[in-house]
């Protein structure tokens, strides 16, 4: 089968840059986002938690009952809503529940690894680009949106609790990607570890960067607008999107 057609049967994309630019983004709009609706807008972080789940319920049910391959449109509004919910997940529970960051992070971290572990075990592969029957991407977004509570963890770990500064925590989380990718194009390291490594990092890195930007300077921030870089994210990853549904439906053309 023509690998570009093969690309079009996936349930999810193919792994490219604007892939790669695409999910930092969300991951910050996650970050930024959760904060403006819940203390900016005043909803608070249950009642938002709630509404975000609720239509990502509603668009995670059109992607296994309607849509039978990836749509980008959808897909990247389930990683933008599952970003927000992972923030929110994390920040209701250290900061409703009283769970320290050090304990949040050891959980979802095992979590994330049970996940991966029972994925391989019923699916003998843990590749995106195997994911085409709705039982896998099941698999998948559970990850996922571990990964993203769980990044929302390590991210507030380093640079508040740990006291390094979201600069120092957004070097860190570059470098150690950095050091994957070199892993992996200079000594071959295993493609699928890769990006899995990769994956979970984007979520602090993305999130470091929205805390970067949008936190009072005597924080340690730059003390932008959140709503401003809201809008500029999410008009990006706008279009991204944009751009990635008309090359897929050349593709399919």
């Given at each position: 089968m023509?690998?570009?057609?093969?690309?079009?049967?996936?349930?999810?994309?193919?792994?490219?840059l604007?892939f790669?630019i695409?999910?930092t983004?969300s991951?910050t709009?996650?970050?930024?986002g959760?904060?403006?609706l819940?203390?900016?807008?005043?909803?608070?972080?249950p009642?938002?938690?709630?509404?975000?789940?609720?239509i990502?319920?509603?668009f995670?049910?059109?992607?296994?009952?309607?849509i039978?391959a990836y749509s980008?449109t959808?897909y990247?509004s389930?990683?933008?809503l599952m970003?927000v919910?992972g923030?929110l997940?994390?920040d209701i529970?250290?900061?409703?529940?009283?769970?320290?960051?050090e304990l949040?992070?050891?959980v979802?971290t095992?979590s994330?690894?049970v996940?991966f572990?029972v994925w391989?075990?019923?699916?003998?592969?843990?590749?995106?680009h195997s994911?085409?029957?709705a039982?896998?991407?099941?698999?998948?977004?559970?990850?996922i949106l571990l990964?993203?509570?769980?990044g929302?963890?390590?991210?507030?770990?380093?640079?508040?609790?740990?006291?390094l500064?979201?600069?120092?925590a957004?070097?860190?989380?570059g470098g150690?990607?950095?050091?994957?990718?070199i892993g992996?194009y200079?000594f071959k390291?295993n493609a699928v570890f890769?990006?899995?490594?990769?994956?979970?990092?984007?979520?602090?890195?993305?999130?470091?960067?929205?805390d970067?930007?949008?936190q009072?300077v005597?924080?340690?921030g730059?003390g932008?607008s959140m709503?401003y870089?809201?809008?500029?994210?999410?008009?990006?990853?706008?279009?991204?999107?944009f751009?990635m549904s008309v090359?897929?439906?050349k593709?399919?053309?």
């Amino acid at each position: 089968m023509n690998n570009q057609l093969k690309t079009t049967l996936l349930r999810v994309p193919e792994v490219t840059l604007l892939f790669w630019i695409a999910k930092t983004l969300s991951t910050t709009v996650g970050e930024t986002g959760a904060d403006f609706l819940a203390f900016d807008l005043n909803l608070g972080m249950p009642l938002v938690a709630l509404i975000m789940s609720t239509i990502m319920a509603i668009f995670l049910f059109f992607q296994f009952t309607k849509i039978k391959a990836y749509s980008p449109t959808v897909y990247w509004s389930i990683v933008v809503l599952m970003s927000v919910i992972g923030t929110l997940i994390t920040d209701i529970l250290v900061d409703d529940f009283g769970v320290s960051l050090e304990l949040l992070t050891i959980v979802f971290t095992l979590s994330m690894l049970v996940g991966f572990a029972v994925w391989y075990k019923n699916e003998k592969t843990l590749s995106i680009h195997s994911i085409d029957t709705a039982k896998r991407e099941a698999y998948y977004w559970l990850v996922i949106l571990l990964a993203f509570a769980l990044g929302t963890g390590v991210g507030d770990l380093l640079s508040e609790r740990f006291a390094l500064g979201y600069a120092t925590a957004l070097t860190i989380f570059g470098g150690a990607i950095v050091l994957t990718a070199i892993g992996y194009y200079k000594f071959k390291l295993n493609a699928v570890f890769a990006f899995w490594v990769v994956y979970v990092l984007t979520r602090p890195l993305g999130a470091s960067l929205g805390d970067l930007l949008i936190q009072p300077v005597n924080e340690g921030g730059m003390g932008l607008s959140m709503v401003y870089v809201n809008l500029l994210f999410l008009a990006t990853i706008v279009s991204i999107v944009f751009y990635m549904s008309v090359r897929l439906r050349k593709l399919e053309a």
